[in-house]
């Protein structure tokens, strides 16, 4: 981003340094914590979706299998086999890179449209086999998981303890994407997104590259599902459900795809108005997530993030004339 | 009693027969899944929407209008295709310059609107209407008897589906077709309305789905979310078939619905995972699927 200007660049350092003020602060603000952690566990979700589709230039349609799997696993691991916190977590993490691989392997072979589909088919075979799988609790899912406590110090149970636990991972993802983007690999993954043939002329073994921001968009991913599992004490099938792929497409497209700042802003969004809509309208939720999609793929592409940078590019450049 | 692998032989063929029926589904599905994305570039994520709607269509028309289920069969996959028409006129349209990745997103969307609409509407719980006269009972084809009504669903899809084969391998209609999927400015040249062809196209994979609305509803329960799990199958099945080959989408639809019954009698855990199974294995040996060509 070498035509960013410097004021540009303050405005961008104030405008994330209030957000982080604002958050550290929230516990003292009143709003509902739970609220705010499951947005920031989507938020993790949909940043690990971004780094693949907007970075990468990889759609896939069943992200919802890590998130789920690992909320899955870290669940199973905290309630029935006592593991620690911590150690569920990247467990948890662990068996979502894992399926990262075997997806990854498999998806990369074709790419656009039936990368998407074939994503969309390999999440659907998580799904049955969470459905039937002993230790997931078939139709009602795992329920009760405790929260434990970080290393026997700090008990999770209270909300605002936990709280600052998953802001502090939110923080160290976003600013871990941040870094991942800014390396040599991610201005590789920039070359082949917009020119792969080129990208292979030049010598760049192009599926490794794939293969490897898929894995770790899918480590990511799951580490939104495995903390949302410890925040809200269940995971459940809805968690490996297509929808919930859907729906992480949607936060990213709404907020921006290719943005920093944009899943995040798609994640509160879309949580918010679940969270706002789900007990009064009903089935209405999914006419309106619907309507969402079509008038963002119709008419607001670029996202809430991404039209006002184009906004921002297009004064300047009136200035300069 | 004869036995196929240890499993008496009325189990297996019930279920091979089950399997063709929902092979039948498959095929017919895939094959306007097929047709769509040969000519638009799009995939259609709302084929199992129209499918749905298809089969609502027919419901309604059945037990408010009292229309027959012979009438059904063809009114609903018109209204339907009419509906489809309608889509790719208002929205689809502006989306044929940009990734095609927009048209499947934007499916996605028109796909949750009509669940959650049907749902609204009709609840969750499932309908379903009588099968007609002619065709209740069952007959005895010497080796099994079977439901006279799944009978006809497998012979009516497979006469529908190589009719379609026909019609776009064996016309002039259809080599006006492929040849706009190939060149759509050329073909314009020649003073053909390509856009007009796209819109007929669309509605026309659009009313074969509903088609198969139409057919399957007395065999399974019509609920507002019967598309979106079939749809998720139907892409494995493409992706297997390879998208390009009409024939491939006809003949892997089958196939599939015949292997997914056979897994139903000796390991039915699998049944409903042993299509993506296969479809991964399909891809790690030929990437392009079964029938396609890259």
């Given at each position: 981003?070498?035509?960013?200007?410097s004021s540009?660049k303050?405005?961008?350092t104030?405008f994330?340094?209030?957000?982080?003020?604002?958050?550290?602060?929230?516990?003292?603000?009143?709003?509902?914590?739970v609220?705010?952690?499951?947005?920031?566990?989507?938020?993790?979700f949909?940043?690990?979706?971004?780094?693949?589709?907007?970075?990468?230039?990889?759609?896939?349609?069943?992200?919802?299998?890590?998130?789920?799997?690992?909320?899955?696993v870290?669940?199973w691991?905290?309630?029935?086999?006592?593991?620690?916190?911590?150690?569920?977590?990247l467990?948890?993490?662990f068996?979502?890179?894992?399926?990262?691989?075997?997806?990854?392997?498999?998806a990369?072979r074709?790419s656009?449209?039936?990368?998407?589909?074939i994503?969309?088919a390999?999440?659907?075979l998580?799904?049955?086999?969470?459905?039937q799988a002993?230790?997931?609790?078939?139709?009602?899912?795992?329920?009760?998981i405790?929260?434990?406590?970080?290393?026997?110090?700090?008990?999770?149970?209270?909300?605002?303890?936990?709280?600052?636990?998953?802001l502090?991972?939110?923080?160290?993802?976003?600013?871990?994407i941040?870094?991942?983007?800014?390396?040599?690999?991610?201005?590789?993954?920039?070359?082949?997104?917009?020119?792969?043939?080129?990208?292979?002329?030049?010598?760049?073994?192009?599926?490794?590259?794939?293969?490897?921001?898929?894995?770790?968009?899918?480590?990511?991913?799951?580490?939104?599902?495995?903390?949302?599992a410890l925040?809200?004490?269940?995971a459940?099938?809805?968690?490996?459900l297509?929808s919930?792929?859907?729906?992480?497409?949607?936060?990213?497209?709404?907020?921006?795809?290719?943005?920093?700042?944009?899943?995040?802003?798609g994640?509160?969004?879309?949580?918010?108005?679940?969270?706002?809509?789900?007990d009064r309208?009903?089935?209405?939720?999914?006419?309106?997530?619907?309507?969402?999609?079509?008038i963002?793929?119709?008419?607001?592409?670029k996202?809430?993030v991404?039209?006002w940078?184009?906004?921002?590019?297009?004064?300047?450049?009136?200035?300069?004339a | 009693?004869?036995?196929?692998?240890?499993?008496p032989?009325?189990?297996?063929l019930?279920?091979l027969?089950?399997?063709?029926?929902?092979?039948s589904f498959y095929?017919?599905?895939?094959?306007?899944?097929?047709?769509?994305?040969?000519?638009?570039?799009v995939v259609?994520?709302?084929?199992?929407?129209?499918y749905?709607?298809?089969?609502?269509?027919?419901?309604?028309?059945?037990?408010?209008?009292?229309?027959n289920?012979?009438?059904?069969?063809?009114?609903?996959?018109?209204?339907?295709?009419?509906?489809g028409?309608?889509?790719?006129r208002?929205?689809?349209?502006?989306?044929?310059?940009i990734?095609p990745?927009?048209?499947?997103?934007?499916?996605?969307?028109?796909?949750?609107?009509?669940?959650?609409?049907l749902r609204?509407?009709?609840?969750s719980?499932?309908?379903?209407?009588p099968?007609p006269?002619l065709?209740?009972?069952?007959?005895?084809l010497?080796?099994?008897?079977?439901?006279?009504?799944?009978?006809?669903?497998?012979?009516?899809?497979?006469?529908?589906?190589f009719?379609?084969?026909?019609?776009?391998?064996?016309?002039?209609?259809?080599?006006?077709?492929?040849?706009a999927t190939?060149?759509?400015?050329?073909?314009q040249?020649?003073?053909?309305?390509?856009?007009?062809?796209?819109?007929l196209?669309?509605?026309?994979?659009?009313?074969?789905?509903?088609?198969?609305?139409?057919l399957?509803a007395?065999?399974?329960?019509?609920t507002?979310l019967m598309?979106?799990?079939?749809?998720?199958?139907?892409?494995?099945?493409?992706?297997?078939?390879?998208?390009?080959?009409?024939l491939g989408?006809?003949?892997?639809?089958?196939?599939?619905?015949?292997?997914?019954?056979?897994?139903?009698?000796?390991?039915?855990?699998?049944?409903?995972?042993?299509?993506?199974?296969?479809?991964?294995i399909?891809?790690f040996?030929?990437?392009?699927g079964l029938?396609?060509k890259?």
């Open positions: 981003m070498s035509t960013m200007t540009f303050t405005a961008t104030v994330y340094s209030v957000l982080l003020a604002l958050a550290i602060a929230a516990p003292w603000l009143n709003i509902y914590p609220y705010l952690m499951t947005l920031y566990c989507f938020g993790i949909a940043c690990a979706f971004n780094l693949l589709l907007g970075f990468g230039g990889m759609l896939s349609f069943g992200h919802a299998a890590f998130f789920g799997t690992a909320a899955y870290t669940g691991l905290v309630t029935d086999q006592a593991w620690s916190t911590l150690s569920a977590i467990a948890g993490m068996s979502a890179a894992a399926l990262g691989l075997l997806f990854g392997v498999i990369i074709r656009g449209i039936y990368f998407a589909m994503t969309m390999l999440a659907q998580v799904y049955f086999v969470m459905l002993p230790f997931t609790g078939g139709e009602n899912g795992l329920q009760g405790p929260r434990g406590d970080l290393l026997g110090l700090i008990s999770l149970k209270p909300d605002n303890n936990m709280y600052y636990f998953v502090l991972i939110l923080v160290a993802v976003f600013l871990g941040k870094r991942i983007v800014a390396s040599p690999f991610g201005q590789v993954l920039k070359a082949i997104r917009e020119n792969e043939p080129r990208a292979i002329s030049l010598g760049y073994d192009v599926n490794r590259y794939k293969l490897l921001v898929f894995v770790l968009s899918a480590t990511l991913a799951g580490l939104g599902g495995a903390l949302k925040v809200l004490n269940f459940a099938l809805t968690d490996v297509q919930t792929s859907g729906e992480v497409i949607l936060m990213t497209l709404v907020g921006g795809v290719g943005t920093f700042f944009g899943p995040l802003l994640a509160g969004v879309v949580v918010t108005l679940q969270d706002v809509l789900s309208v009903g089935s209405w939720v999914t006419v309106i997530i619907g309507c969402i999609f079509v963002c793929v119709l008419s607001f592409r996202g809430i991404g039209e940078l184009a906004f921002l590019q297009r004064r300047r450049e009136a200035k300069k | 009693m004869t036995d196929i692998f240890g499993f032989l009325p189990v297996v019930g279920q027969m089950l399997g063709l029926v929902n092979g095929a017919l599905l895939s094959l306007g899944l097929a047709v769509i994305f040969g000519l638009l570039g259609n994520f709302a084929h199992g929407a129209f749905m709607l298809g089969a609502y269509a027919a419901w309604l028309g059945m037990s408010y209008f009292e229309i289920y012979w009438v059904a069969l063809v009114m609903s996959p018109l209204v339907v295709g009419a509906l028409v309608l889509v790719e208002s929205a689809l349209r502006h989306l044929y310059q990734d990745l927009y048209g499947l997103l934007l499916t996605f969307g028109l796909a949750l609107i009509a669940e959650g609409l609204e509407m009709f609840g719980s499932g309908q379903s209407y099968v006269e065709l209740r009972g069952a007959t005895n010497g080796f099994m008897i079977i439901p006279i009504y799944r009978l006809w669903v497998i012979v009516a899809s497979v006469l529908v589906c009719t379609t084969w026909f019609v776009l391998e064996r016309t002039s209609l259809g080599a006006t077709l492929r040849a190939e060149n759509p400015k050329i073909v040249s020649f003073g053909i309305n390509v856009p007009v062809i796209v819109t196209t669309y509605g026309a994979g659009v009313g074969l789905a509903a088609l198969a609305g139409v399957s007395p065999v399974i329960q019509i507002p598309g979106s799990s079939l749809v998720t199958v139907v892409f494995a099945v493409v992706v297997i078939g390879g998208m390009g080959s009409i989408a006809i003949v892997s639809g089958l196939m599939l619905g015949v292997i997914e019954g056979f897994t139903k009698v000796i390991y039915p855990e699998a049944s409903n995972i042993v299509v993506f199974v296969i479809m991964a399909v891809l040996f030929r990437p392009a029938f396609g890259e």
